[in-house]
C-alpha cells in the first residue's frame, strides 16, 4: 500500500507540472472506472462519455491550479464525477421537469451481475434490480461504491464529504433496507 501511494504522490507531482504523460496515464488508469461510475448513474451512453471527458478535464484544472494538497487522486476523480453528476441532473431536471425517483437507474453491468448474484444465489436479478431501484439514492450510491467500485470505507468519505463513521453507518443502513426489500419482493 505504501508503494502504491507513493507512486501517486509522484504522479500527482508530475500533474503539477502539468506532465501530459502523467496525466495520459491517470486517464488510462481511471478512465473506466470513472466512465462505469457516471454510466451507472446516468444510464447513457453519451452523456456517461461526456461527462467522464469533462471529469478529466475538471481534475487536470484542478490539480495544476490549485494550492492545496491532494491526498488521494481516486477519491477526487470520484468526488469530481459525484458533483458532475449532480450539476447534470440540475441541468436537466429544469429543462425536462424530471422527477427525483426517476435521477438514477440501475443498470446491469457483468461487476453488478456478480455482486447482485452473490447477495443470494436464489434470488432471481430483476427482484435484486427492483430492490436497487426503490432504495434512496445515497443508499443505492454507497453500495456502489463500496461493492461495484471496490472504494475503501476513507475514499467513500472523501467522495461523499462525510466522515468514516457516517460512511460505515450509512453502509450499514443501505445493506439493512436492501436485504428488507429482498425480503419483501423476494
Do not use: C
Not at 114 to 122: E, R, T, Y
Not at 159 to 171: E, F, H, N, Q, Y
Amino acid at each position: 500500500m505504501k508503494v502504491f501511494k507513493l507512486q501517486e504522490n509522484l504522479l500527482l507531482l508530475r500533474l503539477k507540472r502539468k506532465d501530459p504523460e502523467a496525466f495520459a496515464k491517470v486517464y488510462d488508469q481511471y478512465l473506466t472506472p470513472i466512465y462505469r461510475f457516471i454510466y451507472f448513474k446516468v444510464n447513457s451512453a453519451q452523456d456517461a462519455e461526456d461527462l467522464t471527458s469533462e471529469v478529466f478535464l475538471k481534475t487536470w484544472n484542478y490539480i495544476t491550479e490549485t494550492e492545496e494538497e491532494i491526498e488521494n487522486l481516486r477519491a477526487l476523480l470520484y468526488r469530481i464525477a459525484r458533483n458532475l453528476v449532480v450539476d447534470f441532473y440540475r441541468a436537466k431536471s429544469k429543462r425536462d421537469l424530471v422527477q427525483d425517483d426517476q435521477i438514477m437507474e440501475a443498470i446491469p453491468d457483468e461487476r453488478q451481475q456478480n455482486l447482485l448474484s452473490g447477495i443470494d444465489q436464489s434470488i432471481e436479478l430483476e427482484i435484486v434490480d427492483v430492490a436497487l431501484k426503490k432504495m434512496k439514492d445515497e443508499y443505492r450510491e454507497v453500495i456502489v461504491l463500496r461493492y461495484i467500485e471496490e472504494l475503501s470505507i476513507s475514499e467513500i468519505a472523501k467522495i461523499l464529504d462525510k466522515s468514516k463513521g457516517s460512511v460505515r453507518v450509512l453502509l450499514h443502513r443501505a445493506i439493512k433496507v436492501a436485504k428488507e426489500l429482498l425480503t419483501k419482493n423476494g
